[in-house]
C-alpha cells in the first residue's frame, strides 16, 4: 500500500482507541445528566404529592395528571434512550467505513498512479550543424582614443533535415520492486540531409540518446551503411563532409528502457518530408501531447500510430505514446453517503413512529437491519457498481420492513416510510443527480404523512391498530 494513502483527518474511527475513550467519556457525563433531571423531576411530583395527600379532590387531580404525564415520559425516554443507543455506535461505524473506504479509494489510486509513474522516454531531432566565419567590429580604447576594432568569429548555424522516416517499436512490462510499468524501445530512423549551401561542405551530425533512459543498447550511427565511430565518450556528434548540391543518408538505431512514456520532440525544427510510426505492443495504448495521428490501426493487442508530414510541419508538442490507464469514476460518493447515514436513519426512525405503531423491539431491529445493510453496500461496492448494490440491497430491506406490520395495511405503510425515508434519500447520495432525487424523497415522505394523518386518505382501521398494538405488546 502507498504510505501517500490516508484516511479522511479528524474523522472518528473504531479502530482509534483513544477518540473511542474520549467521547465515551463525554457520553457518560450527558448521559448521568439526563438520568439526574428525570430522577429530579420524579422526586419532585412524588414530594408534592407527599405534601398534598390531605387536599382538595383538585389538587388531587392535577397531581394525577403530572404522574401520567411522568410516566409517559418515561417510556417515551426508553424510545429516545434506544434511538441514541443505535445512532452512537451506528455513527462510529459509519466513520469508520467512510474512512476505511476512503483510504481505499486514495490507495487504488496511488496504485494507478505509480503504475505509470517515471520519468519519459525522450526523443530529440537531429541537428545538422555547421560553422561560419562571420565578422563583427566593436570599440575599444587605445592610448585615450576610441578605436573601432573589425575582426571575425565562429558561429554555429544549423541545415534543415531533407527527410525523416522513424519507426519505433514499445513493448511493456512491469518493474516488480515498484510494480510500474515500463517501456521497452526499439529504434530506428532515416534521415535525409541534402547540402543545399554553395561554400560549405564540413558538418556535424548530432543525434543524442533519448533522455531519461534507464538502459541503452545497441547505440549505432550509420552513413549510406556504413557505422560512425564517436571521437569523445559522451559526445553525439559526428563530423562528416557533404558537397554542395549532394543528399546523403543516415541511420540511428538502439534498445531502449525508461519509463511508461515516449515522446518525439522536434526541438522547435521545421521538419520535412516526415514520417513517424509508433507501433505499441500492449493495450490500452494512446497517442500523447494531444498531436492527433493522421492513422491508427489496432490489431489485437497492438495498436499503430502514424504520424505524416509530406511537405514541412513544426510543432511545439512532441509526438508520442503512453499507456492510457482507466479513469478511476466516482470517488468520494460511498464515504460522503457514510457520513449523511445517521442524518438518514434519524429521518427513517421518525417516518416509521409517525406511520404505524412501534414497539422497542422492532425499533431495535430495525436500526440493525439498517447498519447492517450499509455495512454491506460498503463492501459490496468494491466488487460491483454502488447503485446496483444498493437496489439488490434495497429490495432485502423492503422485504424484510414488511414484517413490521401486524397487518396489510399496516406492512404497507412501513414500506412506504422505508422508501421515502430511507431507500430514496440513499439511492440519492450514489447518483448524479442527488439533489432533485432527495427533494423527491422528501416530498414523498410529506405528502404520506398529510394523506395518513390530515385526510384520511389511508388510515389504520380499529382492527389493524389493535392488531398492531398486540403484536407490539407481545414483542
Request: charged share 15%; glycine share 6%.
Amino acid at each position: 500500500m502507498s504510505s501517500s494513502a490516508q484516511g479522511i483527518p479528524g474523522l472518528p474511527d473504531l479502530t482509534h482507541p483513544v477518540e473511542l475513550v474520549q467521547f465515551g467519556t463525554q457520553a457518560l457525563k450527558a448521559s448521568l445528566l439526563l438520568v439526574f433531571l428525570v430522577v429530579a423531576l420524579g422526586v419532585a411530583i412524588a414530594l408534592i404529592s407527599f405534601s398534598l395527600r390531605r387536599s382538595q379532590p383538585e389538587q388531587f387531580i392535577f397531581i394525577g395528571e403530572w404522574a401520567v404525564r411522568y410516566s409517559q415520559l418515561l417510556r417515551g425516554l426508553q424510545h429516545l434512550t434506544l434511538v441514541l443507543v443505535l445512532l452512537v455506535p451506528g455513527f462510529f461505524l459509519c466513520s469508520t467505513l467512510s474512512n476505511r473506504y476512503h483510504y481505499w479509494e486514495q490507495t487504488k489510486v496511488a496504485q494507478v498512479a505509480e503504475s505509470v509513474a517515471g520519468e519519459k522516454l525522450e526523443q530529440f531531432a537531429p541537428q545538422v550543424r555547421y560553422s561560419i566565419q562571420e565578422p563583427y567590429s566593436y570599440n575599444t580604447q587605445v592610448n585615450g582614443k576610441i578605436v573601432k576594432v573589425n575582426e571575425t568569429r565562429q558561429i554555429n548555424r544549423f541545415l534543415t533535415l531533407a527527410g525523416s522516416q522513424i519507426q519505433v517499436k514499445l513493448d511493456q512490462s512491469v518493474d516488480v520492486p515498484g510494480r510500474s510499468s515500463i517501456y521497452q524501445v526499439n529504434y530506428t530512423a532515416d534521415y535525409k540531409v541534402v547540402n543545399q549551401l554553395k561554400d560549405i561542405n564540413n558538418f556535424f551530425f548530432e543525434t543524442p540518446p533519448p533522455n531519461g533512459y534507464t538502459l541503452l543498447a545497441s547505440y549505432k550511427v550509420e552513413r549510406n551503411g556504413t557505422r560512425l565511430q564517436q571521437t569523445n565518450p559522451g559526445d553525439y556528434g559526428f563530423p562528416f563532409q557533404l558537397q554542395p548540391g549532394e543528399e546523403t543518408t543516415f541511420r540511428v538505431t538502439y534498445q531502449a528502457q525508461g519509463g511508461p512514456r515516449w515522446v518525439y520532440s522536434a526541438t522547435g525544427q521545421l521538419l520535412s518530408n516526415f514520417r513517424l510510426t509508433a507501433i505499441a505492443n500492449f493495450a490500452p495504448a494512446d497517442f500523447a501531447s494531444g498531436v492527433v495521428p493522421n492513422e491508427i490501426k489496432v490489431n489485437g493487442g497492438s495498436t499503430q500510430f502514424t504520424w505524416i508530414f509530406d511537405d514541412n510541419v513544426s510543432v511545439k508538442n512532441p509526438f508520442g505514446v503512453f499507456t492510457n490507464t482507466e479513469p478511476i469514476r466516482h470517488t468520494g460518493i460511498i464515504p460522503r453517503l457514510l457520513l449523511l447515514a445517521p442524518a438518514i436513519f434519524l429521518w427513517w426512525i421518525l417516518l416509521l413512529y409517525l406511520s404505524l405503531p412501534m414497539s422497542f423491539r422492532n425499533i431495535a431491529i430495525a436500526g440493525c437491519i439498517f447498519f447492517a445493510c450499509l455495512l454491506t453496500l460498503t463492501y459490496l461496492a468494491r466488487v460491483i457498481n454502488a447503485q446496483l448494490a444498493w437496489t439488490l440491497i434495497s429490495i432485502i430491506l423492503l422485504i424484510v420492513t414488511w414484517g413490521l406490520g401486524a397487518s396489510r395495511s399496516a406492512s404497507l405503510a412501513a414500506i412506504v416510510a422505508t422508501i421515502a425515508g430511507a431507500v430514496l434519500p440513499i439511492f440519492g447520495l450514489l447518483i448524479p443527480f442527488s439533489g432533485l432525487t432527495l427533494s423527491l424523497a422528501g416530498l414523498l415522505s410529506a405528502v404520506w404523512l398529510a394523506v395518513r394523518h390530515w385526510y384520511g386518505w389511508y388510515s389504520l382501521h380499529p382492527e389493524d391498530q389493535r392488531l398492531q398494538t398486540q403484536k407490539n405488546g407481545k414483542d
